[in-house]
């Protein structure tokens, strides 16, 4: 891994990587701002909590590019946050950024989302295109009403983490329970009961300009409407986000008819397993109906 201190020149900028952990919050948001990410400075403070990184800065200590990696489990990895300054970024900062990444993951399978931009980057990195993320956002302006379903609906709480974690885990395709413990702590969340077995959940937290629901896990999109439509309704008439790799279906109808409209698309790429190597087989086995994140998948 490259150590703090060490030194670059990229193109008329001399350039200084630094541990993410110690860099200047208001930088960092200034910096995600600058490529027109939503990130405010406490989903970067969330970030630094659950996950590694690295900045480059110049020599007035102005921070112009950053690159972040999590370890869900001691198998798999995602990186994220991977950001060069606009007018740095034909000069190889992400490259180098993510040289250090790649050397703190030796051996470990990677999953990211990537940008149309930083696609040919990723795949100069051998990382392979997997699945298409629909970005859906806006204002909620429908919301459903409330529904009859199979099961007993409910907010989740403390005692449920490890059911939560469980039924995350057959669905990522691996046990995150760091990351699951930390978005609960800052999540309200749903979930579907049947028989006092938890089937299906969503979580929901701020971020950027309002809220985000993810992740979503169920078998089938009856269930994952069963644990989103609540959330869609607490916040009518506010702004909502959910990052799926569902199209079609009526889970995503129910998206757009609610006033999420697809935004933006990115890329999922992986190296090493792909994801169907993580799939769970089965008729009525768990999906991930939403990301936590792009960043942390």
Not at 51 to 74: E, H, L, N, Y
Not at 128 to 148: F, L
Not at 248 to 257: K, M, Q, S
Request: proline share 3%; net charge negative; charged share 20%.
């Amino acid at each position: 891994m490259l150590k703090p201190g060490e030194r670059n020149q990229i193109d008329a900028f001399a350039m200084q990587i630094g541990d993410v952990a110690a860099a200047d919050l208001k930088q960092l948001h200034a910096l995600s701002i600058s490529v027109g990410w939503p990130h405010r400075a406490e989903d970067w403070q969330f970030l630094r909590e659950v996950g590694k990184g690295v900045v480059a800065t110049d020599d007035i200590g102005r921070i112009m590019s950053s690159a972040m990696w999590f370890r869900q489990s001691p198998a798999l990895a995602t990186i994220g946050m991977v950001i060069t300054s606009p007018r740095l970024q034909t000069q190889g900062t992400g490259l180098w950024l993510m040289e250090s990444a790649l050397q703190d993951l030796e051996g470990v399978d990677l999953r990211l989302n990537a940008t149309r931009a930083a696609q040919r980057l990723y795949l100069s990195l051998d990382f392979m295109p997997e699945k298409k993320v629909y970005q859906c956002q806006g204002i909620v302006t429908d919301a459903p009403s409330e529904q009859d379903f199979s099961g007993d609906l409910r907010v989740l709480g403390p005692d449920d983490l490890a059911a939560v974690t469980a039924l995350d885990a057959a669905a990522f395709g691996v046990v995150r329970a760091g990351v699951i413990e930390k978005l609960m702590a800052h999540s309200r969340g749903y979930g579907l009961f049947r028989d006092d077995v938890l089937k299906a959940f969503a979580l929901c937290r701020r971020f950027g300009r309002g809220h985000v629901v993810g992740p979503i896990v169920a078998s089938d999109d009856e269930e994952a409407i069963a644990v989103l439509s609540p959330h869609i309704r607490d916040h009518e008439g506010r702004f909502l986000r959910l990052d799926t790799h569902f199209e079609t279906g009526d889970f995503a109808l129910l998206v757009v008819r609610s006033g999420l409209a697809v935004y933006d698309t990115v890329l999922t790429m992986s190296r090493g397993k792909r994801l169907a190597d993580f799939t769970t087989v089965g008729a009525s086995a768990p999906m991930t109906y939403s990301l936590a994140s792009q960043t942390l998948g």
